[in-house]
């Protein structure tokens, strides 16, 4: 067999062994105008609000491990038990407005046409070139879903208090590998959390404390930050990469070693020897890590999608096509006002080793 038909042969393999979406393009014919109409929209709202490229990112993220990228994270429901509106979601997750106004254009050009799990694809892409100066070509022709239950999501999402064999097995049940959990956990370069998910590492109760992972130097500002007794209802939050909190670049990885991984599950990618190694050649080669996310980003856009006749082009990201009146009554959202806060200006070694 010759080269040629070696490679006709390894991608006809391929093909048949992976789902996959339908086309880089897919709306090239049918809405030409999808693909830079979510662009504007997406800048136009990170040129405003700059956290909102995180808040994409992670949209995307949370839409895919939830019966696939099938934008069930867009959902509402009337009696607030949808996906968003799960522990996990709510009040963290942002971006839906972005989503909303990005489907309003294109449904104004080419009504009917687009899905809104291809916005959330595109939108997310879209966020990464932004952030990261990393362009790349994202496959579309996702179909969208018309299920969306919380406890999916609380099922499904992995959570900040798991260990390292959790975090395996959790992107195993999606088929991404341990290298891909770690490559996909450097989207922690950009945006924020609220206090609930690191509480624990920094007090014990309502005595302060540092975990054995974190900095105490760190530990200190962030008790200055949270008081111990926040909960969800607690507006605070903090930057997950504070060295360049805008920026999709390979700080992460180097945090990490500084014990300035902000989650239990962050300092988790150290404790392991695989996984540490991953993040020691991801810490030294920045150009190594962004072609790898780039990979991992579209197989994770790839994961339980509904192609072809499957599911519906939603009209209203947030309601299913001729739903039953309960589901297509949206419910009102709940509204957190996040002050901002721009963390330490002590260089890290100095809130690492204080
Ligand atoms: C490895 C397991 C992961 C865990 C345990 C985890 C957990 C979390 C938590 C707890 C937050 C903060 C939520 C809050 O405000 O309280 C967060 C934020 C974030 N996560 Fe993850 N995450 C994981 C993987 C990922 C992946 C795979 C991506 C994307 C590819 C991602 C992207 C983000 C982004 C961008 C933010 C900031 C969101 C914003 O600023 O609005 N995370 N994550
Ligand atoms: C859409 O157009 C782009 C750019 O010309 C091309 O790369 C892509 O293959 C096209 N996709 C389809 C499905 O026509
Ligand atoms: C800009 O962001 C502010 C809050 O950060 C918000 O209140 C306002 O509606 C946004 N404006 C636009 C045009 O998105
Ligand atoms: C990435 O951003 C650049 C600069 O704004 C833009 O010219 C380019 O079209 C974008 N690429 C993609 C794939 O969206
Ligand atoms: C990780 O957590 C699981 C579930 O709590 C536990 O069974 C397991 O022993 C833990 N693994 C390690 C290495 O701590
Ligand atoms: C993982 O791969 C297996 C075997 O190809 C497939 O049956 C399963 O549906 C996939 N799971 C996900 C979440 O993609
Ligand atoms: C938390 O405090 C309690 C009571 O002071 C103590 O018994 C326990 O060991 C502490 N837990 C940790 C993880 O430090
Ligand atoms: C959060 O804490 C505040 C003050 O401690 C309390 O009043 C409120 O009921 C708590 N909210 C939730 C949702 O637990
Ligand atoms: C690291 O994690 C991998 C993947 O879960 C596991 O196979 C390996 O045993 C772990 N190594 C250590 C030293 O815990
Ligand atoms: C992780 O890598 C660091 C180098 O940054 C090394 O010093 C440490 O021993 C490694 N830890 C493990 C558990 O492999
Ligand atoms: C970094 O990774 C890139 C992409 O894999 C590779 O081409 C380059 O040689 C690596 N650089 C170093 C210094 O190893
Ligand atoms: C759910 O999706 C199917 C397509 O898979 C569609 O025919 C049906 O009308 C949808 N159900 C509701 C309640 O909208
Ligand atoms: C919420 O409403 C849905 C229909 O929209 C219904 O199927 C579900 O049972 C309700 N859940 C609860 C907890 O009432």
New binding site residues.
Partial sequence: MDGAAAAAMAAAVVAMLCLQLPAVGFYNTSCPNAESLVQQAVASAVANDS??A??L??L??HDC?VRGCDASVLLTSANNTAERDAA?NN?????FQVIDTAKSAVEASCPNTVSCADILAFA?RDSINITGNLAYQVPSGRRDGNVSLDTDAVAN??????NASQ?VA??AAKNLTDEE?VI?????T?????????LNRIYNGSTPIADSGLSSGYATLLQALCPSNANSSTTI?TV?DPSTPTVLDNNYYKLLPLNLGL?F??NQLRVNSTLNASVNSFAANETLWKEKFVA??LK?GNIEVLTGSQGEIRLNCSIVNNGSSSSSVAAPRIKTTVPSYSGSTASLDEIATS
């Fill in positions: 956290g909102l995180a808040g990112i992670r995307h993220f491990f996990p009040p963290s997750l942002r971006g997310a999402l992995p959570r900040p208090t798991f975090l959790n992107f959990m996909l956990s450097g989207a922690h950009v945006g924020r959390s609220f206090c609930t998910s690191f939050t997950l989650f599950s962050d991992a980003m994770m």
